[in-house]
């Protein structure tokens, strides 16, 4: 039976990586599941995600300078609420971090200030609960994947 497969990332920062990772996991025996492929929904975006995140048998999270998205009663980001969801469901946990000091990016993919904080904070539960992986580019990322699937 095929493995599902779902992407967790902000987006409009890594958009070309969650692209190659798709194109990647399309090469092997599993379903991708990821906003690119929503469509429409009555349910709220968040509601979307996390139903997604619970049809999935592995969960990849690629976290790179932006918190994103915010689900304003909890203050967390969807990113880490899909992740929340992923821990408590004990799904496959793969956690990628963008390489801090050799990945170049725009500025304006750079969160400051209180998103900031609360992407460290993220980040520091990510390193702390999983062995995790680092990457530079979108190639790099997709060669990392390679060898895990």
Known sequence: MRK???????YIDLVTHR?????????????????????ARKETPLETCLNEVSQSDIY???IAYRFGSI???????????????AIDENKEILIY?????DSKVAIKHIDFDQKREKLLNFKM?????????TFTTPENLVEKLKTRF
Do not use: C, P
């Open 60 to 62: 990849i999270g690629v």
């Open 4 to 10: 599902n497969v779902f992407i967790s990332s902000t």
């Open 97 to 101: 971090l963008i390489n801090e000091e």
């Open 125 to 133: 539960v990510l390193k702390d609960k999983h062995t995790i992986d």
């Open 71 to 85: 689900e304003e009663s909890t203050g967390k980001s969807f990113t880490q609420l899909e992740y929340e969801r």
């Open 19 to 39: 692209k190659a990772i798709w194109e990647l996991l399309e090469k092997y025996e599993v379903n991708v599941k990821g906003m690119e492929a929503f469509g």
